[in-house]
């Protein structure tokens, strides 16, 4: 008798050899050795886990990314557009993890070990989008139970903050970061972020024409259009050019600094997944928790 070929598919995939074949796929990737050459994927990695055998610019990942913390046996392999392929190849990592789209091309990579580029955004909802890699990733490592485990626990830690916001009201909250003298990035409604804010009943007050990830570039003098909003701006690293900003008269004269609704927080990567996400929350609660 002919089976078709659907039929046959259909009978593999529903028998005990597929999951031989994926713990064997699994088997092939050694957790000690995966090189993560964006931030993304170290996030990815850390949050199942699993310590990165080498990370890509690990000293503006101090500046930018700040949490989770990264062990010193964590090897620098350059930068995250340009990593040392040399050294890589010296390394020989048994798989290496990237943003799509971001850094070498995928050919080039491959000749030195196999990997596979992991999505940050759909260009609306990349805290979404991080739990659809992190179910991804787990694939690939046979770490599906501790990707179950980190989500639930996830969900529980963004749920027990949202009393503290209760009797916030209605002011809006502005999110910037400083680039230079005279640009900052806002954070608008398809940002990592925003599931949090609707979560707690926070309004975004930047309601511009954000990019693909969730930021747009504006000028500083734009943002004394917000008469009443709180504004948290992220620290990276950069104390001498904060404070020569907010020396200057059009700084001083921000409605939010009059009435002193701006606060300077730490570090939160932007462009991450959930264990930014838990970052924030944590920064948010900090700033504003607990507070009308």
């Known amino acids: 008798m002919l089976i078709s070929r659907r039929r046959l598919l259909t009978a593999i995939a529903l028998s005990p050899l597929l999951l031989k074949m994926k713990s064997a796929r699994a088997?092939?990737?050694d957790p000690h050795r995966i090189v993560a050459l964006e931030?993304?994927?170290v996030e990815l990695l850390l949050a199942l886990g699993v310590t990165p055998y080498g990370v890509a610019d690990i000293p503006n990942y101090k500046l930018w990314v700040?949490?989770?913390a990264l062990p010193d046996s964590v090897i620098d392999i350059g930068l995250r557009t340009e990593p040392n392929l040399e050294l890589l190849t010296e390394m020989k990592p048994s798989y290496m993890v990237w943003s799509a789209g971001y850094g070498p091309s995928p050919e080039t990579l491959a000749k030195i070990a196999p990997g596979r580029g992991f999505n940050f955004s759909d260009g609306k909802n990349p805290l979404a989008m991080a739990r659809k890699s992190l179910g991804e990733m787990s694939q690939l490592l046979g770490l599906e139970t501790a990707a179950r485990?980190?989500?639930d626990h996830f969900d529980q830690f963004v749920a027990q903050y949202k009393p503290r916001f209760a009797q916030r009201g209605q002011r809006p909250l502005l999110?910037?970061?400083l680039l230079d003298?005279?640009?900052?990035l806002a954070f608008g409604p398809n940002c990592l972020f925003q599931p949090i804010l609707d979560a707690y009943g926070i309004v975004n007050a930047w309601q511009g024409k954000p990019n693909f990830w969730g930021s747009e570039v504006v000028g500083i003098d734009r943002l004394g259009e917000f008469k009443d909003a709180d504004v948290l701006c992220f620290d990276h690293g950069n104390e001498t050019e904060m404070q020569k900003l907010m020396?200057?008269?059009l700084w001083q004269a921000m409605p939010f600094v009059r009435q002193q609704r701006f606060r300077r927080v730490p570090a939160v990567w932007?462009?991450?997944?959930t264990l930014s996400t838990m970052n924030f929350v944590r920064v948010l609660d900090n700033a504003l928790g607990g507070k009308a």
């Open 27 to 29: 088997a092939t990737v």
């Open 39 to 41: 931030w993304l994927p």
């Open 66 to 68: 700040n949490e989770p």
């Open 149 to 151: 485990q980190h989500l």
């Open 175 to 177: 999110m910037l970061t």
């Open 181 to 184: 003298a005279r640009h900052m």
């Open 247 to 249: 020396a200057t008269p």
């Open 270 to 273: 932007f462009y991450g997944a």
